[in-house]
């Protein structure tokens, strides 16, 4: 079968013939229809210091996809042969405290897809039936393959309540613009977002977002004051990963703000602590979604009309790969769809 992989620990991915995988007892086998591409495979592709401290070489990547259930191992149940699935990429011990007490999201044992073992850029992927997630028919093909993104955003926006708050994002990269529709969707009154992008920060402003602010040209603070905002944000939503924009948060929460980190910022980083104690903030890390209580929102989102549309900008046949990295690669894009059919 075709299959995306790192040949070599260098830059760039390849286009490779291998052996189509075997199921297990407890696995399904899925036939890849569309993928997307991850930040992960962006990291992946440029082979950073942590894609060459993790990705075993050679292996097939990817971890954003749709695809259709073709072969079910023998002890598998609640599955049909053309069930129409994404996956959950996080594939858990299952004996671990957290795994047993139904915390998937917190197992300490987490392997990835596409990350620790082969992934789903290629014909055929195999993954426990566990981690499977059926798609409903009004789901379109393009959205099923972006729910692990859609995933981050939503676990995320929804560790906090939105209600009537002013929500400040820092970070419009797909994440970000998807999480500013969420908020606005789940009844947020003003959704900040930041970015030094404004290709990005235009999508956001399409998805949702009630003020956009290119930090580069503009202080926050204004903005805040343009808002009649006096006191300061109530929610947080860190999706950028820079520690300029995270300080920048913390600086105008409000007294009992709440925080959710998604960005990974770098080694070593140190913050304001005062902000943190004397403003009595919550910060709460967030890593992946939550089995399955986030996948539950996301459809219900979407059929109660969360419009996700805008964040996919490009679409390409798979033989043209380099042309969505390159994509990607630009930060003129939102999600880029390979077609795999
Ligand atoms: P992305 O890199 O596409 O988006 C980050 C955005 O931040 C970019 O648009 C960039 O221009 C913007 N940015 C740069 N400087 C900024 C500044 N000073 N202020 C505000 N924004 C600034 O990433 P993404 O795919 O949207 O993911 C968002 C973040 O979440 C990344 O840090 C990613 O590594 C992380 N992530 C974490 C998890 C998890 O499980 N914790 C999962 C997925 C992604
Ligand atoms: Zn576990």
Avoid at 190 to 211: E, H, K, Q
Wanted: hydrophobic share 45%.
């Amino acid at each position: 079968m075709r299959a995306l992989a790192k040949m070599q620990p260098a830059v760039g991915l390849e286009m490779v013939d291998v052996p189509k995988p075997v199921i297990g007892h407890n696995d399904l086998l899925i036939r890849i229809r569309k993928t997307a591409i991850c930040g992960t495979d962006i990291h992946i592709w440029k082979w950073d210091d942590w894609a060459a401290r993790t990705i075993p070489v050679p292996m097939h990547v990817g971890h954003e996809y749709v695809g259709e259930v073709v072969e079910i191992g023998q002890e598998v149940q609640g599955f049909q042969i053309g069930d129409r699935v994404s996956g959950e990429g996080h594939i858990t011990c299952g004996h671990c405290r957290n795994c047993r007490a139904g915390r998937r999201h917190l197992c300490r044992n987490t392997q990835g897809v596409g990350v620790n073992r082969p992934g789903a850029f290629a014909d055929y992927l195999v993954i426990p039936a566990f981690n499977a997630f059926r798609i409903p028919d009004d789901v379109s093909d393009d959205l099923a393959a972006i729910f692990d993104p859609y995933g981050n955003a939503t676990h995320t926006a929804l560790a906090f309540d939105l209600v009537g708050e002013d929500v400040l994002i820092t970070g419009a990269g797909p994440i970000g613009a998807m999480a500013a529709a969420i908020a606005r969707h789940v009844g947020a009154r003003n959704v900040v977002i930041t970015d030094v992008n404004d290709y990005r920060l235009d999508l956001a402003a399409r998805m949702g977002a009630s003020r956009t602010v290119n930090v580069a040209r503009e202080d926050l603070r204004d903005v805040m004051r343009e808002l009649g905002m006096t006191e300061g944000f109530d929610v947080g939503l860190e999706m950028s990963g820079v520690p300029s924009a995270f300080s920048s948060m913390l600086d105008q929460m409000n007294h009992g703000g709440k925080i959710a980190m998604l960005g990974i910022l770098p080694d070593g980083v140190g913050i304001d602590w005062s902000q943190v104690i004397f403003k009595g903030l919550e910060i709460k890390g967030i890593y992946g979604r939550q089995m399955f209580e986030t996948w539950y929102k996301m459809v219900a989102m979407l059929q109660s009309g969360l419009d996700l549309s805008p964040i996919l900008t490009h679409r390409y046949p798979v033989a043209d790969f380099r042309q969505g990295f390159e994509a990607m690669l630009s930060g003129q894009s939102g999600k880029v769809i390979l077609d795999w059919n």
